[in-house]
């Protein structure tokens, strides 16, 4: 990756990591303080419905104590028991006696004039007559409510009902379950009473929270404006701010450390291979029968200016991220042809086998780079091998092209690491390629029972059914090379033999074989 493209997407992830806990903890505080209003809206509205309950119970209890009266009709003593009914009962405000559908007394005394029963509204369970509007018998006074039963009715102020302790800003409604008002407290807006009347527990509808609770008779509504998120942070509720502040510090300096890691280990190498900065080491090769060095793998090592030695499975894969790979290619065939040139022109038995990167087979620009060996170093055609994984074989026009370029040269192909990727069978069969490295994990399996260790004698039946050169890598036990030599595999490289050697200490090593230096 680029180092701007690097700095973008760095960039990106910080504010990103930087926004999702603020805005992740803001909306879980908001979420809780949304929760907290409904819960003080339910209880609001449940006492509202309670002191409705209460005042009919209330209402009930009085019919059943005046209609037990044997007075006279509107007499002192009924008169009398009317008034008590009014003492004793909060609720209620006045009592009223009717006859042939026409007020005759009240708890204040007999009636002058006439005063026709008002039609009531609705009964509710319990048999009790409610008339929502009585208009004052005196001037000035207020609506009233009034509970029916016989020939009595009791009156009530409706206020009573909404006449609880709340916040304020909440607004509350008594209605009949039908959406009628009943009663309202700090002005409810009737066609939402009506609207959420036939709605039952707690929700938000636009900016407004809402809680409706119901009883068979009535429906309580208390609703109030939805806490801005801005409030939430007035009421001192985002404690959980700190904490996303501290996650957001954290993932920004992840982030930020990640960047510059690999910000500077990109510089790093693209500096070391403008100051070739590479080794080549050579694994050698074995010929399982003889026991002797056919050729060397040649793998790059990278010696930092600190001393440490970093892994080509480090760098490897950033440099083919960052398109580096040509650069450092060229530098592994050079190396090659200055080390080895005059050994493998006068060994042409030896053979040195160097890795591709899978995108270098879909052009043949390589080939152009490979001819050095020969035309500089005197190393032929034939003595090189090409090693690329699965992966450079899947667009099979391209590897084909290349390949056939390659092998009208001289060169052999070898796919390395065979069974680690997801070549079919058909596809194989498609790929000219000369030998096949059975990859260290199959190798490691020999002798040891595991699902896997039945695959390697499958892989090598197949490499020999493909009529290709079979050369297993990471052999570190003599058993296993004894299974391999048995099984009929030719070639082998592993620390039983030996590990990947500076130059001159691998020209020992093929010198101790035996071999022309
Ligand atoms: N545990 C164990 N390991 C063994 C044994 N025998 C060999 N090895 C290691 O296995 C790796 C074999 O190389 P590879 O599969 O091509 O895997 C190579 C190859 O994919 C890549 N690489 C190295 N040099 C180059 C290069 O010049 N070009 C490209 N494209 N890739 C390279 O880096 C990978 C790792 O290379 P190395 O670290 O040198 O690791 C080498 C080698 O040192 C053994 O008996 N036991």
New binding site residues.
């Given amino acids: 990756m680029r180092r701007s493209r690097i700095l973008i997407v760095g960039s990106f992830l910080a504010v990103i990591g930087a926004l999702v806990p603020v805005a992740g903890m803001l909306w879980i505080t908001w979420s809780l303080a949304v929760e907290d209003e409904q819960a003080e809206l339910r209880a609001v509205a449940d006492r509202v419905l309670l002191r409705a309950q209460r005042s009919a119970m209330q209402a009930q209890a009085a019919f059943i104590e005046l209609s037990g009266n044997d007075a006279p009709a509107c007499s002192p003593r009924h008169v009398a028991l009317m008034r008590r009914v009014v003492f004793n009962t909060p609720a209620i405000e006045e009592v009223g006696y009717f006859e042939s559908g026409l007020l005759r007394c009240t708890s204040w005394g007999p009636v002058e004039g006439t005063v026709p029963a008002i039609k009531p509204d609705f009964a509710i369970a319990g048999g009790l007559q409610v008339t929502l509007a009585i208009p004052p018998l005196l001037k000035g006074g207020t609506r009233k409510l009034a509970f029916g039963s016989g020939q009595y009715n009791v009156l009530l102020d409706p206020v009573r009902f909404v006449d609880v302790i709340a916040e304020p800003q909440v607004r509350l409604a008594l209605s009949t379950n039908d959406g009628r008002m009943i009663a309202a407290l700090n002005e409810p807006d009737e066609q939402l009473v009506r609207a959420f009347s036939r709605r039952q527990g707690s929700f938000t509808q636009g900016a407004l929270s809402v809680s409706v609770v119901r009883s068979r008779n009535w429906t309580a509504i208390a609703m109030e404006r939805r806490p801005a998120v801005l409030d939430t942070l007035r009421r001192g509720q985002l404690l959980l701010i700190p904490i996303a502040l501290f996650l957001a510090g954290l993932i920004v300096s992840i982030v930020v450390w990640g960047s510059r890691q690999r910000l500077s280990f990109r510089a790093e190498l693209a500096s070391a291979i403008r100051t070739r900065e590479f080794t ?2 050579y ?1 050698p090769i074995m010929n399982l029968a003889t026991s002797t060095c056919i050729g060397a ?5 990278w010696r930092r200016a600190d001393g440490r030695w970093i ?3 480090l760098f ?1 894969p950033v440099a ?1 991220h960052a398109g580096m ?1 040509w650069d ?2 060229e530098q ?1 065939i050079d190396l090659v042809g200055a080390d080895l040139g005059p050994l493998l022109s006068r060994d042409r038995s030896l053979h040195i086998a ?4 899978a995108e ?1 087979f879909a052009t043949d620009r390589i080939l152009a780079s490979l001819e050095r060996l020969h035309k500089l170093h005197g190393i032929e055609p034939g003595q090189v091998w090409l ?3 699965e992966r450079a074989f899947m667009d099979q026009a391209s590897a084909g092209d290349t390949i056939s370029k390659a092998h009208a040269v001289g060169y052999r192909v070898a796919m ?2 065979f069974g680690t990727g997801y070549s079919s069978l058909g596809h194989l069969q498609q790929i000219d390629f000369d030998a096949l ?1 059975i ?2 994990s199959f190798v490691d399996t020999i002798g040891i029972a595991s699902a896997k260790s039945a695959v390697i004698a499958h892989i090598i039946d197949l490499a020999q059914a493909l009529k290709v050169e079979i050369i297993a ?4 036990h003599q058993a296993q090379a004894d299974y391999l030599r048995d099984k009929g595999v030719p070639f082998a ?4 033999f030996s ?2 050697l500076p130059v001159e200490d691998f020209k020992t090593f093929v010198e101790e074989q035996g071999q022309a230096v």
């Fill in positions: 080549v080491h694994q793998e040649a793998l790059l090592r892994s080509p499975e490897v083919e790979m450092l290619t592994v160097i890795n591709l990167s270098m090693e690329a994984t390395d690491d490295k990859d260290k890598e990471g052999v570190e490289q592993g620390w039983l590990r990947a």
